[in-house]
């Protein structure tokens, strides 16, 4: 059987990478539609060496569609996603627009795939340095459970959109060049800098993203009792984020037996070569499926805590690749009805 699958922001940073996937994947597409916003309406992209019309998203747009791969933004989906539904689609939705709503499951596949059997036409894709957390946190919390979290993120311009990826390269040759940076999609220049992340700011001192760590994670672990805190960084580096998480257990975990679990956990490659002090890298995951997972650790400071060093490719596992996953296990389950 295959399906007539919608992408919602074809033309962004996540909506190519997830056309690439589609294709790579071999997904059991019956029909593509690629939809943007006018501006980008009568221009094309290559999906299986065919050239591809992109739409403007309409009321239209979603007849006779299956499943849609919601990813331009959280004011496009909180407009588009019900019209879809409404129409008998099941949207995955990247955006944060509808994460925390009760209603909605949100879903790392190795994670809680169970999550996905209840949804009512929508499943959100959680923030993508939450979805590469959990990958390396939840076959640790399987064995014991995690009492505390500390996190510290260095992300990449990706999650900016294709646009702040670009920016970071014009503002990279310009200093070279020996001129002034100039910042229009990020706040300031990053290149050869980083700054705390541009999300909107909130009244508890936290950024927005440094509270989707939080509560996304405690959702997606079905467990509100893990206290987590998060500081996130912007840092000049293209499309992988880099995170070092410090977990704190109820008992000592012996990091040989963490280093044993995630060798084999799914969707995690260990990368630690201790004498060459040789550790994951943003380049090394950049264009990967896999989060890498190393520098994996006693922490001094504490007899119950593990730290731990991660990075993962954001518009692969962090947005386009999980959403195709999610996709592929609605298939899978047969839980596309709503
Ligand atoms: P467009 O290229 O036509 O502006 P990114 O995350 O890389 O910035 O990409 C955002 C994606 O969301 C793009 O595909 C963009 O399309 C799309 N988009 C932005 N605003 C809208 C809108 N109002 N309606 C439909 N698509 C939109």
């Known amino acids: 059987k295959s399906y007539r699958v919608a992408i919602l922001g074809a033309t962004g940073a996540v909506g190519t990478e997830l056309l690439e996937l589609l294709e790579s994947r071999n997904f059991p597409i019956a029909d593509l539609k690629l939809l943007a916003s006018q501006r ?7 999906f299986k060496g065919e050239n591809l019309l992109i739409e403007a998203v309409s009321d239209r747009s ?8 919601a990813s331009a933004g959280g004011g496009t989906s909180k407009r588009w996603a019900g019209v879809a539904v409404e129409k008998g689609a099941v949207v995955i939705d990247n955006s944060s627009a509808f994460r925390m709503n009760q209603e909605v499951p949100l879903v790392v596949p190795e994670v809680n795939p169970q999550a996905a059997a209840s949804h009512k036409g929508i499943i959100a894709n959680p923030n993508c340095t939450t979805i590469l957390m959990t990958l390396a946190v939840w076959p640790l919390h399987q064995v014991k459970a995690v009492k505390r979290i500390v996190a510290a993120t260095y992300q990449s311009a990706s999650g900016a959109g294709a646009k702040a990826m670009e920016e ?7 200093i070279l060049q020996g001129q002034s940076p100039v910042a229009e999609v990020l706040p300031y220049p990053l290149a050869f800098n980083l700054f705390p992340h541009n999300s909107p700011m909130t009244d508890v001192g936290y950024c927005e993203e440094e509270l989707k ?4 994670t405690r959702k997606i672990f079905g467990s509100q009792e893990i206290r987590i805190t998060a500081t996130c960084v912007r840092v000049p580096v293209l499309r992988a984020h880099s995170e070092a998480i410090n977990l704190e257990f109820e008992t000592p975990f012996d990091p040989d037996e963490a280093r044993a679990i995630l060798s084999h956990s799914p969707g995690v490659k260990l990368v630690e070569d201790w004498q060459a002090n040789y550790f994951p890298m943003p380049i090394e995951a950049s264009g990967r ?29 962090g947005a386009a690749l999980n959403a195709v996953q999610i996709a592929e296990l609605l298939i899978e389950k047969n839980w596309l009805s709503h």
């Not at 970071?168 to 310009?174: D, F, P, R």
């Open 40 to 46: 980008s309406a009568g221009k094309t992209l290559k």
């Open 168 to 174: 970071v390269k014009t503002q990279t040759s310009a």
């Open 289 to 317: 499926d896999e989060v890498l997972v190393g520098r994996i650790r006693q922490d001094i400071s504490h007899p119950c805590g593990l730290e731990l060093w991660l990075c993962g490719d954001q518009i692969r596992k």
């Open 213 to 216: 760590m939080v509560n996304e």
């Open 62 to 69: 979603f007849e006779n569609v299956d499943i849609v791969l």
